[in-house]
């Protein structure tokens, strides 16, 4: 087991925008090429009904608020009630995890993720169960492609976009972003500075959020928590995947998706109506390739839902813990052993 932390840290009194981070348990980790990972713990609220743990994994340039944001807007925290254990996981270059540093996505796909499920088993569990959302639903994707017999019992892949063929847009703003790319850590957290004016003008914002479908005040103290800068590395190669449509390793000696196939664990696959960044054709395209049960699912007023979903919204937006959380709730619960 990895070094628990003192249950002190970073549980500072909140700010103005400021948030604090209050797992029941809180750890450090060390990966197998060095760098680090760190993980909050909730304990099941009441009685545990199931054996399997939940690990919560979030997106690109973002941290451990992206899941765990407050009482009302914490996925984990709402899957504790619903009698799971739950583990926040927040990756290297980020937050409680370490500086920054140019890494790739397959160090993150492979030994990061290989430190959180190593760490989450040491406590006596066989399997666990995935929730990520945008790179993080990536993560496990990648590390079953490598890994296909990976103890994962179920996963939820949230606004993740397996394929990138059909952003609006999205080449040609990766193109005006390239000058940041050759740079060892992006600063993506200076946006952080601004919290205060909300979301920023401009394709960041459209392609991150469906701004309308969140509370301003939620969105402002987002803008002040969740950013982190992303690694250069990391930057490039999905830059590479949106330019050429391809989801391989950083030095394209590895295609990801064909051995997919061999992956079996169900899967649920969420897309919010209106997000630019991931589509639902865009996430419903990883149909093709997982090979075992998927369940796929739109987020919009068309299909049943009180509004339409864009990206961060699928999570912080008005009515995600009412209409989101207890979907991914009833899908890992269904494929979960009674405790």
Aim: proline share 7%.
């Amino acid at each position: 087991m990895a070094d628990l932390f003192s249950r002190a840290m970073d549980r500072g009194k909140e700010g103005l925008l400021t948030l604090s981070f209050r797992p029941d348990e809180l750890y450090r980790v060390p990966t197998d090429d060095g760098a680090a990972i760190a993980l909050g713990r909730y304990h099941p609220r009441g009685e545990r009904r199931h054996a399997e743990p939940v690990i919560l994994c979030h997106g690109l340039a973002a941290n451990r608020f992206h899941l765990d944001f407050n009482e009302h807007y914490s996925m984990a925290r709402a899957l504790a009630r619903a009698g799971f254990e739950t583990w926040v996981l927040e990756l290297r270059g980020r937050g409680l995890a370490g500086e920054c540093g140019d890494f790739t996505f397959d160090d993150q796909a492979d030994y990061d993720v290989r430190a959180a499920l190593r760490t989450v088993l040491s406590t006596g569990a066989k399997q666990v169960l995935w929730v990520g959302h945008s790179k993080g639903g990536l993560m496990i994707y990648a590390h079953l492609a490598k890994n296909p017999q990976a103890p994962v019992r179920a996963a939820a892949a949230l606004g993740s976009p397996f394929t990138f063929a059909v952003q609006p847009g999205l080449r040609s703003f990766i193109r005006r972003m390239e000058p940041l790319l050759s740079l060892k850590a992006i600063p993506t957290r200076r946006i952080t500075g601004i919290a205060l004016l909300g979301a920023p003008p401009g394709p960041i914002s459209r392609y991150l959020m469906l701004a309308e479908n969140m509370e301003p005040e939620v969105i402002r103290r987002a803008m002040a928590n969740v950013p982190s800068d992303i690694s250069g590395g990391v930057g490039r190669q999905f830059a590479r995947w949106i330019v050429t449509n391809q989801f391989t390793t950083h030095d394209g000696s590895f295609d990801y998706r064909p051995p997919l196939a061999q992956v079996r664990i169900p899967f649920l696959l969420l897309a919010g109506s209106r997000d630019l960044l991931a589509p639902p054709m865009a996430v419903a395209r990883a149909k093709e390739h997982l090979g075992g049960p998927v369940k796929f699912l739109v987020a919009g007023r068309a299909h049943g839902f009180g509004a339409d979903y864009g990206h961060a919204d699928l999570i912080l937006g008005r009515r995600a813990p009412d209409e989101i959380f207890p979907l991914v709730e009833a899908f890992l619960s269904s494929h979960a052993t009674r405790a």
